[in-house]
């Protein structure tokens, strides 16, 4: 058994970091060819990223309220229900979609002017931002569908097609910037089509997976419901995350400007290690709400050992190569000696508390796949009862320089981390997580 299990969270796991390491691909290719059009319209892309990355960021429990609601169902022998209600969860993330592609459309002046550019570079950041809010239902639908996909314990078909909505988004992007001659909108044009031509192979992918299990492709009205109800906890949490790291950045801010591209560096690379991470907690969701589906409790406990196991030990590994590249990293952001030895302390408290983030990301990942949103959003709001006041703390204080750097990392790699580690860690020792109902 412990074989087949470690072969199953694999099976999941790999294709599952490799559409998730696809994602922020769309983002790089848009910064490299709009970047050759000069740094007016690469300013403006950063401000219409950073907008379009909250809101995205904010509606990704699409997928996470999709993936355990349909694991539960296919878990327990009922995959033509379990396929009707990641479709309801489609549904879903179409009205919402569309909701807020129409209100963002009309909100892009306000939200650009909010950031304070020079004419010209809101000028760019608002062309692009109104060309990509209707690219919005697209990216919500891709997060519902990819969530329908893994609750089917389907990690694969994720993976080709973001694989090649990337491409497509790369030669859509060129031919228009360039081909054509529009500039930063053909990159936005570009990408929009690239974000529909995915929703269109999920449709066909899953109507194929409705008519093999007779399931219904109509909206009920029940599934929408439930969707949006676990939904809205997962949002919750979601909005305590996005607290947490705002106030962050708002405090390394304060400490001045070094000690922010410092953070930028730590943060970067916390990130990329995140995405293994964020995979392993993946077949950990499509796994859990599996098991509790069938109601096999054993085997539950079974992948929540295994999973926690592996999310310790990539933490260590990952940790000993962040502490042996410590000295270097901050050079090859940079290429500046100062700034090397400016993040290297923080990096090195990153290294420490890398086993502890791989059993929090695993831990999330758990509860999510048992369908427990609703403590999740509880327990991110109690998560910054104690980190909120470690940052007052800290910019009470002021320390700057590496030691200042070294502190803000203590506070969110260690007080913030630890939080999350007691919280959730509390939850999986009694049983009442695995009787949430779907």
């Given at each position: 058994?412990?074989?087949?299990?470690?072969?199953?969270?694999?099976?999941?796991?790999?294709?599952?970091?490799?559409?998730?390491?696809?994602?922020?691909?769309?983002?790089?290719?848009?910064?490299?060819?709009?970047?050759?059009?000069?740094?007016?319209?690469?300013?403006?892309?950063?401000?219409?990223?950073?907008?379009?990355?909250?809101?995205?960021?904010?509606?990704?429990?699409?997928?996470?309220?999709?993936?355990?609601?349909?694991?539960?169902?296919?878990?327990?022998?009922?995959?033509?229900?379990?396929?009707?209600?990641?479709?309801?969860?489609?549904?879903?993330?179409?009205?919402?979609?569309?909701?807020?592609?129409?209100?963002?459309?009309?909100?892009?002046?306000?939200?650009?002017g909010l950031f304070g550019a020079t004419p010209l570079?809101?000028?760019?950041?608002?062309?692009?931002?109104?060309?990509?809010?209707?690219?919005?239902?697209?990216?919500?639908?891709?997060?519902?569908?990819?969530?329908?996909?893994?609750?089917?314990?389907?990690?694969?078909?994720?993976?080709?097609?973001?694989?090649?909505?990337?491409?497509?988004?790369?030669?859509?992007?060129?031919l228009f910037i360039y081909g054509v001659g529009w500039?930063?909108?053909?990159?936005?044009?570009?990408?929009?089509?690239?974000?529909?031509?995915?929703?269109?192979?999920?449709?066909?992918?899953?109507?194929?997976?409705?008519?093999?299990?007779?399931?219904?492709?109509?909206?009920?009205?029940?599934?929408?419901?439930?969707?949006?109800?676990?939904?809205?906890?997962?949002?919750?949490?979601?909005?305590?995350?996005?607290?947490?790291?705002?106030?962050?950045?708002?405090?390394?801010?304060?400490?001045?400007?070094?000690?922010?591209?410092?953070?930028?560096?730590?943060?970067?690379?916390?990130?990329?290690?995140?995405?293994?991470?964020?995979?392993?907690?993946?077949?950990?969701?499509?796994?859990?709400?599996?098991?509790?589906?069938?109601?096999?409790?054993?085997?539950?406990?079974?992948?929540?050992?295994?999973?926690?196991?592996?999310?310790?030990?990539?933490?260590?590994?990952?940790?000993?190569?962040?502490?042996?590249?410590?000295?270097?990293?901050?050079?090859?952001?940079?290429?500046?000696?100062?700034?090397?030895?400016?993040?290297?302390?923080?990096?090195?408290?990153?290294?420490?508390?890398?086993?502890?983030?791989?059993?929090?990301?695993?831990?999330?990942?758990?509860?999510?796949?048992?369908?427990?949103?609703?403590?999740?959003?509880?327990?991110?709001?109690?998560?910054?009862?104690?980190?909120?006041?470690?940052?007052?703390?800290?910019?009470?204080?002021?320390?700057?320089?590496?030691?200042?750097?070294?502190?803000?990392?203590?506070?969110?790699?260690?007080?913030?981390?630890?939080?999350?580690?007691?919280?959730?860690?509390?939850?999986?020792?009694?049983?009442?997580?695995?009787?949430?109902?779907?």
């Amino acid at each position: 058994m412990p074989d087949t299990l470690n072969r199953d969270i694999l099976r999941l796991a790999v294709p599952a970091l490799g559409a998730l390491v696809a994602e922020p691909l769309f983002l790089i290719v848009d910064s490299a060819l709009v970047g050759h059009l000069g740094i007016t319209p690469l300013a403006g892309l950063g401000i219409a990223s950073a907008v379009l990355q909250t809101i995205v960021g904010l509606m990704v429990f699409l997928a996470y309220s999709t993936t355990p609601a349909v694991a539960r169902r296919f878990g327990a022998g009922d995959p033509s229900r379990a396929v009707s209600v990641g479709i309801d969860g489609m549904w879903l993330a179409l009205g919402i979609g569309g909701v807020l592609a129409l209100i963002g459309y009309v909100a892009t002046p306000f939200l650009v002017g909010l950031f304070g550019a020079t004419p010209l570079v809101s000028e760019q950041a608002e062309t692009y931002l109104g060309i990509s809010m209707w690219g919005l239902p697209a990216m919500l639908i891709v997060f519902a569908a990819t969530g329908l996909l893994r609750g089917m314990q389907d990690t694969v078909t994720p993976l080709w097609i973001a694989g090649i909505g990337f491409a497509a988004n790369a030669l859509l992007n060129w031919l228009f910037i360039y081909g054509v001659g529009w500039g930063i909108a053909g990159s936005a044009v570009g990408t929009v089509l690239a974000q529909w031509g995915m929703v269109a192979a999920y449709v066909v992918v899953i109507a194929r997976l409705a008519r093999r299990h007779a399931a219904s492709v109509r909206p009920h009205r029940e599934g929408v419901r439930g969707s949006a109800r676990s939904g809205g906890w997962l949002f919750l949490r979601t909005v305590s995350l996005r607290v947490a790291l705002l106030a962050t950045v708002a405090v390394a801010t304060a400490l001045g400007t070094g000690e922010l591209a410092g953070w930028q560096v730590a943060f970067t690379i916390f990130s990329t290690a995140a995405f293994a991470l964020d995979a392993l907690a993946i077949a950990a969701q499509a796994l859990i709400g599996k098991g509790l589906g069938a109601g096999d409790r054993p085997m539950v406990k079974r992948v929540l050992g295994r999973t926690l196991a592996w999310g310790a030990w990539f933490g260590l590994i990952v940790g000993g190569v962040i502490a042996a590249f410590s000295g270097v990293i901050g050079l090859l952001f940079t290429g500046d000696p100062q700034v090397a030895a400016l993040v290297q302390p923080a990096l090195i408290v990153l290294a420490v508390a890398q086993p502890i983030c791989g059993v929090v990301f695993v831990l999330d990942g758990v509860l999510i796949g048992a369908g427990d949103a609703r403590y999740l959003a509880l327990a991110g709001v109690l998560n910054l009862v104690p980190y909120v006041p470690a940052l007052v703390i800290i910019g009470m204080l002021q320390p700057h320089g590496a030691a200042g750097l070294a502190w803000l990392s203590v506070a969110f790699f260690g007080v913030y981390m630890l939080a999350r580690l007691a919280t959730l860690g509390w939850r999986v020792r009694g049983t009442t997580w695995m009787t949430i109902p779907a």
